[in-house]
T-cell receptor, first 115, second 114 residues
Framework: EAGVAQSPRYKIIEKRQSVAFWCNPI?????LYWYQQILGQGPKLLIQ????????DSQLPKDRFSAERLKGVDSTLKIQPAKLEDSAVYLC?????????????FGPGTRLTVL | GNSVTQMEGPVTLSEEAFLTINCTYT??????LFWYVQYPGEGLQLLLK?????DKGSNKGFEATYRKETTSFHLEKGSVQVSDSAVYFC?????????????FGKGTLLTVNP
């Protein structure tokens, strides 16, 4: 079974530029998550989708971050314009359902450096 | 709100030593508890989980017991190997809200020397 795929693996941009990350979850997984992991900290949820609907985006900085999950499969996360403090690893995860006992499976992440 | 507190790292051990990484939590409901591991250059992988009080999760020689009375989920391994060197994250998923996002601790870096 293929795991969660993410691209690109690394991205370096200047502040105020825009960037987009892509995620393909495990086939058949209804729930998709985007997390931000700043160096030295645990991942923090940015947004959660159930199929193609948003369940939780309370910690997404909506003035600069946006995400979509068209057709309930792939997802993209965009930052525009980027700030220095956005430098982090962006992790995508998926789970089959959305109950607390479900296991979330993580992709390898995209490491973003904002200069 | 929910929170997870892990022992500060880094932790450095010799091969075959005993490992304990402490984890305590605060949650509004009865959470599920997880340990994730992140090997160098790789993504997070589930190591083990427990979904109710007194459950013991185990995998690859690691184990952790869900202790509701002490709100703890300490990770243990009897004999570590060099290949166990990684960052370990304790996390919880709380069914008390409308979603089941994971709340993570800050992670503990483990280095095992030969």
């Amino acid at each position: 079974e293929a795991g969660v795929a993410q691209s690109p693996r690394y991205k370096i941009i200047e502040k105020r530029q825009s960037v987009a990350f892509w995620c393909n979850p495990i086939s058949g997984h209804a729930t998709l998550y985007w997390y931000q992991q700043i160096l030295g900290q645990g991942p923090k949820l940015l947004i959660q989708f159930q199929n193609n609907g948003v369940v939780d985006d309370s910690q997404l900085p909506k003035d600069r971050f946006s995400a979509e999950r068209l057709k309930g499969v792939d997802s993209t996360l965009k930052i525009q314009p980027a700030k220095l403090e956005d430098s982090a690893v962006y992790l995508c995860a998926s789970s089959a359902g959305s109950i607390s006992t479900d296991t979330q499976y993580f992709g390898p992440g995209t490491r973003l450096t904002v200069l | 709100g929910n929170s997870v507190t892990q022992m500060e790292g880094p932790v450095t051990l010799s091969e075959e030593a005993f490992l304990t990484i402490n984890c305590t939590y605060t949650a509004t409901g009865y959470p599920s508890l997880f340990w994730y591991v992140q090997y160098p250059g790789e993504g997070l992988q589930l190591l083990l989980k427990a979904t109710k009080a007194d459950d013991k999760g185990s995998n690859k020689g690691f184990e952790a017991t869900y202790r509701k009375e002490t709100t703890s989920f300490h990770l243990e391994k009897g004999s570590v190997q060099v290949s166990d060197s990684a960052v370990y994250f304790c996390a919880l998923s709380d069914p008390g809200g409308s979603n089941y996002k994971l709340t993570f601790g800050k992670g503990t870096l483990l280095t095992v020397n030969p």
